[in-house]
DNA sequence: TTTTAATAAAGAATTATTTCTTTATTAAAA
DNA sequence: TTTTAATAAAGAAATAATTCTTTATTAAAA
């Protein structure tokens, strides 16, 4: 039998996770006051090949121009375009912990098209208070302000063994995307896309170059 | 000119990366009081193909009986000794702010080699308090300490605008490996192995997806 | 025993990604 | 102007990783 293979010309995820690299650099760049950048100079100070580097950019629709480079302004308007930073991404989080109040407590989304605009636990001490000016509220209210907000996004930061249960009732009432910061591996029905973040996978290549030395 | 291509027949790194899903699901699956596991069976939980995950094994140096599969309390035994689990890493940790105290008291690197043994700050209201059990010092002992320790791995929960500071310190006195959890591109000699941490590049791998459905 | 079916292992093919090579463009220098 | 050199873009090749195919192994069933 034959099976035709989808072509979905997207831009590769090497790239996608490179871009924010980018942009960092290029932030910092910019406070330097210079306008324009090269490949050849990215590329040297950013240790990527140039050729990967000119193609990461083709794909999210710039050009540069040679002799001159890229402006580096542009290249900043259009990367974060590309990443989603001008949009405004609703996500809620369940386990205000440790790393969930990290989470909350972080300036950094403020730059990003994310908001945390809830959180939630089942731990009564939590419930009530603010953390980062998010409020904590009880878990059994996660059902009714997934559905009433519309919220795509839902990020766990529980504890290793209900993340599973959180990730099917999110998935239950609507959330669309998962960003996983627990060791568990999370089942989801097509469609649903989870995105971990795991300190562990980054441990075993940090312990694995030391031990090869 | 001809360039004889190094050969480094070394595990490689997706695959390392995939190694702590494996432990995690395995852990999980020995705690149903199944002993023994077949290739087929872990892929279609875990969403692998079988054969990915057989080599990914076969890496480790563990290897399966037809009809019968892997012992899991041994699979979980080659997993955490080639991860490292057995080993006892020291590392030092610099900037005790809302991630790094997450980090400081994370439970979860106890079953890991790693150990925190001290944090680092700047800030006079930090120090010579403790964190998660691992205390505070002040920065102008981070020299003297990496030095008297060998501490080999450096973790940066700083702001990103002195990571490079920091890093350039600890490569000084003598660390391997730098865990940067910032989203600061550190720049390092050849030889000292730097891995990042970048939810950022997590984010974006979201936001594209869910931006493009 | 012999057969069967589940499975691991080895190898081949495919796909994805990176790196290398060539060509085209263009601003600055001659 | 014309030439030069820096650079981007396009295409080819190489490399890495995954997936598919075949073969070998072995415990359980016949
Ligand atoms: N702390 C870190 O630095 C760190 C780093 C990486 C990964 N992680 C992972 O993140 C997760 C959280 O770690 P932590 O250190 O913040 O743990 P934590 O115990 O501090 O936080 C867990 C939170 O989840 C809440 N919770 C528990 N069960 C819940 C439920 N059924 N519904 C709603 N809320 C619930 C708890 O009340 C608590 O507030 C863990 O899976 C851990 O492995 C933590
Ligand atoms: N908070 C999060 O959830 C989160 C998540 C991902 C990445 N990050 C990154 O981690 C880093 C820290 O984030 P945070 O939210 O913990 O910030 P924070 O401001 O809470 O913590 C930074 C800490 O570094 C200390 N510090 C500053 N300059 C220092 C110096 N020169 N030497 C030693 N210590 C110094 C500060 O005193 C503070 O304790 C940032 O780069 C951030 O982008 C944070």
Redesign the interface.
């Known amino acids: 039998m034959e099976t035709k293979k989808q072509i979905v010309s997207?831009?590769p995820?090497p790239t996608?996770?490179?871009?924010?690299?980018y942009?960092?650099?290029l932030k910092n760049f910019l406070s330097d006051g210079r306008e324009y950048i090269s490949a050849p100079h990215i590329a040297s100070?950013?240790?990527i090949d140039a050729t990967t580097r000119t193609k990461d950019l083709a794909y999210i629709g710039i050009s540069g121009k040679p002799k001159i480079g890229y402006s580096v302004p542009v290249l900043i308007n259009y990367l974060e375009e590309f990443?989603?930073y001008n949009?405004n991404?609703l996500a809620f989080l369940v386990g205000a912990g440790?790393?969930g109040?990290?989470l909350l407590?972080?300036e950094?989304f403020k730059n990003?098209?994310?908001r945390i605009v809830a959180a939630f636990d089942n731990d009564t001490r939590k419930i009530g208070g603010k953390i980062g000016g998010v409020e904590i509220l009880p878990i059994d209210k996660l059902r009714n302000m997934i559905e009433r907000m519309h919220i795509?996004?839902g990020i766990i930061t529980t504890p290793?063994g209900v993340a599973q249960s959180i990730a099917d009732m999110m998935i239950g009432w609507g959330i669309?995307?998962i960003?996983n910061f627990t060791?568990?591996?999370i089942?989801a029905p097509e469609g649903i896309?989870v995105?971990?973040?795991?300190?562990?996978?980054?441990?075993?290549?940090?312990?694995?170059?030391?031990?090869?030395q």
């Open positions: 997207s831009t995820e996608i996770r490179r871009l924010p690299m942009l960092s650099y100070d950013l240790r990443l989603g949009r991404d440790n790393l109040t990290a407590k972080y950094g990003t098209g994310l795509a996004i290793e669309k995307a960003w060791p568990a591996i089942k896309f995105e971990n973040t795991s300190i562990y996978s980054n441990l075993a290549v940090i312990i694995n170059k030391i031990q090869n």
